[in-house]
């Protein structure tokens, strides 16, 4: 079974943001990466954010606030960074406190910074199959390793475990876009194993530590982990039982060094698009 790094996507998108900042005179675009409390997951995704951004030669600067903050401070502190010329993208941490309508956020963060596409105007893009909204960095970044490593979606069984807003639901459309065939499975499925195994192109996005093994892959199919889940042991692991897998599937990702790395890398270049130094 062939792995596929993210480290080797993520260099390939690397250099063509740095070929693109190289051809643009003046300062690199910011992001602002909006926190709202100390979570463990969201200061290490912040933390790799902000690695990825100077990695790669852009800005990225922090907003945090507490905890409690009020939704209506919040409001009135998003407003400024919203509002800020200087910000050329913004990632937001989700999901936000109770006290805060994340709903109203989405609607008011300005859709050409909106770069993890939580805009209702650029959910609208992605399900109308416009590229040029922002989908969510997640869902593009698997399409970008199938891409980069040169497996064709045109006319393939595609099967998506997992409908999240975020993942599953967003990479059915950019699938679709891709002219895949999409089935989207969820805790209602009736025959998950089989839905699984019929796919050429297998994306596990559930949450769930290695719920899928061996016995849901069809022979020769790609594998796609979305899942950064913790095991009983507290390791870090994916959706798939990557083991079991091994003489199934002709690819796979694995967990850690999977989509992670892609999805800040995706994140990076549509920093450059809301900047509009790359298409
Ligand atoms: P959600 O919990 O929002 O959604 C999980 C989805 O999986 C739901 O649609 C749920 O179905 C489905 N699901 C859960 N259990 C099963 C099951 N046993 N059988 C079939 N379907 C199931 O998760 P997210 O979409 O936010 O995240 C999914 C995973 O991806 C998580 O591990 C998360 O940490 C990871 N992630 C990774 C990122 C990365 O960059 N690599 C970024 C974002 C997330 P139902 O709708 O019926 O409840």
């Given at each position: 079974m062939e792995i596929l790094k993210g480290a080797d996507v993520s260099a390939k998108i690397k250099s063509q943001v740095r070929e693109a900042l190289a051809g643009c005179p003046g300062q690199p675009p910011k992001l602002a990466i909006v926190r709202v409390g100390e979570k463990p997951d969201d200061l290490s995704y912040e933390r790799n954010a902000r690695k990825k951004m100077e990695a790669f030669g852009l800005r990225a600067q922090s907003y945090a606030y507490p905890a409690d903050i009020s939704d209506c401070d919040f409001k009135e502190a998003f407003r400024t960074v919203n509002e800020d010329?200087?910000?050329?993208g913004i990632l937001l941490l989700l999901p936000?406190?109770?006290?805060?309508?994340q709903a109203d956020i989405a609607q008011m963060i300005d859709p050409a910074k909106d770069l993890d596409g939580i805009s209702p105007v650029n959910m609208a893009k992605v399900f109308a199959g416009d590229a040029a909204g922002f989908a969510p960095c997640t869902a593009e970044a698997v399409v970008e390793i199938l891409k980069a490593n040169g497996i064709?979606?045109?006319?393939k069984r595609v099967t998506i475990v997992g409908r999240s807003l975020v993942v599953g639901k967003p990479l059915a459309m950019l699938m679709l876009r891709e002219n895949a065939t999409v089935t989207v499975c969820h805790t209602?499925?009736?025959?998950l194993k089989g839905a699984c195994r019929g796919a050429e192109i297998l994306v596990a996005a559930?949450?769930?530590?290695?719920?899928?093994?061996?016995?849901y892959v069809g022979d020769g199919a790609v594998v796609i982990d979305v899942g950064i889940n913790a095991d009983a042991d507290g390791k870090l692991c994916g959706d798939v039982d990557f083991e079991s897998i091994c003489g199934k599937a002709a690819m796979a990702t694995p967990v850690?060094?999977?989509v992670g790395a892609v999805t800040t890398a995706v994140l990076a270049k549509h920093l450059m698009r809301a900047a509009g130094m790359m298409r």
């Open positions: 010329p200087d910000v050329a936000l406190p109770k006290q805060i309508s064709p979606i045109t006319g209602k499925t009736a025959d559930a949450g769930r530590a290695r719920m899928l093994d061996g016995g850690p060094g999977g």
